[in-house]
């Protein structure tokens, strides 16, 4: 995949959220967007772009794996805080992404926390 549309990674992660909770609302007033950020396939945050992830207040505490392996990845905007880790399931070598700043690692998986 040689580029993401930020829509086609929100509607993704809108999928998530459906099957995670039924109520499919498009418009979820009461779910308030907090943290958005951009990864990479490579080292660097230039190429390789693999699209936004925008996580919204509901999907707070849930560890997911990234769409695909990535090199690096900016924060862009952090209301809440992004945590990454080396392995699937969130437990591993946790490392707290600052914003604004490209961090360069292979990291599997994500969790926001507000
Ligand atoms: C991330 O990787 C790029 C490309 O290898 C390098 O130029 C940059 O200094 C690295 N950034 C950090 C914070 O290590």
Redesign the pocket.
């Known amino acids: 995949m040689l580029y993401l549309p930020a829509l086609a990674a929100a509607a993704l992660i809108a999928t998530q959220t459906a099957s995670a909770a039924p109520i499919a609302d498009v418009c979820r007033v009461d779910d308030p967007h907090e943290l958005d950020f951009r990864t990479f396939g490579?080292?660097?945050?230039l190429e390789e772009n693999q699209g936004v992830y925008t996580l919204e207040r509901s999907q707070s505490n849930v560890c997911y794996t990234f769409v695909d392996p990535i090199g690096?990845l900016t924060v862009a905007d952090n209301l809440c805080t992004l945590t990454v880790y080396d392995d699937d399931a969130c437990a591993e070598a946790p490392i707290v992404v600052p914003t604004d700043?490209?961090?360069?690692g292979t990291w599997a998986s994500y969790k926001m926390t507000c």
């Open positions: 490579v080292e660097g945050c690096s700043i490209c961090q360069n």
